[in-house]
């Protein structure tokens, strides 16, 4: 497509703040079109690349307005070092339902059993999954 409709299709998809539309939509369309696929599934698979991406931005907005001092996640934790660990407790946590709950998490431990790795992973889990709550009620684990 070319022309004065091209320039008006990206001026809309600008202003109604669709930018993996206006990327990807030429691709698509000649995908979708080399498949066979009509343009109401060639849609649905537009749409569904402009939510996945969108939850992609939203993560990583709520991960830089956290302001971590590292990015560590669980799936980076070696919970073979430090077999004292709950793991079950610590995949347990990084669900979140405690944020929901509105509990605390402590970790008590000496220097160097991953209490900070943990407390990043967690926080990168909630991130992920929108959590928002304030903490009000403690839940400890212990590493020594």
Request: charged share 30%; glycine share 6%; with cysteine.
């Amino acid at each position: 497509m070319t022309g004065a409709p091209q320039i008006l299709l990206a001026h809309h998809l600008k202003t109604l703040k669709l930018p993996t539309f206006l990327r990807e939509h030429e691709k698509l369309a000649r995908q979708c079109a080399a498949e066979g696929l009509d343009h109401v599934q060639f849609l649905a698979r537009l749409v569904e690349l402009e939510l996945i991406d969108r939850e992609g931005r939203m993560i990583e907005r709520r991960i830089k307005v956290a302001k971590f001092p590292a990015k560590k996640s669980l799936d980076s934790f070696d919970f073979k070092a430090i077999p004292k660990l709950n793991k079950m407790q610590v995949l347990d946590l990084a669900r979140c339902e405690w944020i929901e709950r509105r509990e605390n998490v402590i970790a008590l431990g000496p220097s160097g059993t991953g209490k900070t790795h943990v407390a990043l992973g967690l926080g990168l889990a909630a991130c992920q999954k929108e959590c928002r709550s304030a903490s009000l009620r403690p839940r400890h684990w212990s590493t020594s």
